[in-house]
């Protein structure tokens, strides 16, 4: 009886088992699915953008003498530049200088010591065109007799923006130098009105040189 006992323990324990191994794993025993690495485009969509390739650029300004006058002011308000491109309606001008109180330069001091205008930092392509704002000018005369304070007289300005064509290139990390010309002798003109003289301010500026 005693052994016929232990039997049906032992087969009872051994069902026990057997229904054990057979059951299927639970969920928590499922083994976690290893996630796909991300494509190359993938990395790129979700990483930083890159920036794009930059360049500099830097306007010098030069003036050829006037021999009567002692001084030609003139004071400049905005510079900007035009980047060609494909479809005209994408490309605008860039903004590179900018102040409304503006750079007031005398322009016969320039013969000597050409003046950095700008210095500005470009996206890298064509340009085809520099245009300035001239917000104000004034010429001054020797005293007569010379040795007395000059004779300043308010040059009129009738159109304050300077369109000039010049195709240069910007290029990763490189510095292209423009030298400008303004030509004073040729920018202004004398306009009698009665028995007084009004002096005009039409700018001529010529590219001398490209670096």
């Known amino acids: 009886m005693r052994k016929k006992s232990l039997s049906i323990i032992l087969i009872f324990f051994m069902l026990l088992v057997w229904t054990g191994s057979c059951k299927s794993p639970s969920s928590a025993d499922q083994p976690v699915p290893t996630p796909l690495a991300k494509s190359n485009s993938q990395l790129s969509s979700s990483g930083s953008t890159t920036k794009a390739s930059v360049g500099f650029l830097k306007l010098i300004l030069k003036d050829r003498p006037i021999a009567e006058a002692q001084n030609v ?4 308000n905005q510079v900007s530049v035009h980047k060609e491109c494909e479809e005209p309606n994408d490309c605008d001008f860039v903004v590179v200088y900018d102040d409304p109180v503006g750079l007031k330069l005398d322009l016969l001091a320039l013969k000597n010591t050409p003046a950095t205008l700008v210095t500005a930092t470009l996206e890298v392509g064509k340009y085809n065109q520099i245009r300035m704002s001239v917000g104000s000018g004034e010429i001054v005369f020797p005293s007569n007799p010379p040795g007395g304070e000059g004779i300043p007289y308010s040059l009129e300005v009738p159109s304050d923006e300077i369109k000039v064509p010049v195709h240069f290139e910007i ?12 030509d004073a002798e040729k920018s202004i ?12 301010l039409r700018p001529v500026i010529h590219v001398q040189g490209i670096q």
């Open 73 to 76: 002011f003139v004071t400049i």
């Open 171 to 182: 290029t990763a990390a490189g510095t292209t130098d423009i030298i400008l010309d303004f």
């Open 189 to 200: 003109h004398i306009l009698q009105k009665g028995k007084s003289d009004t002096y005009l």
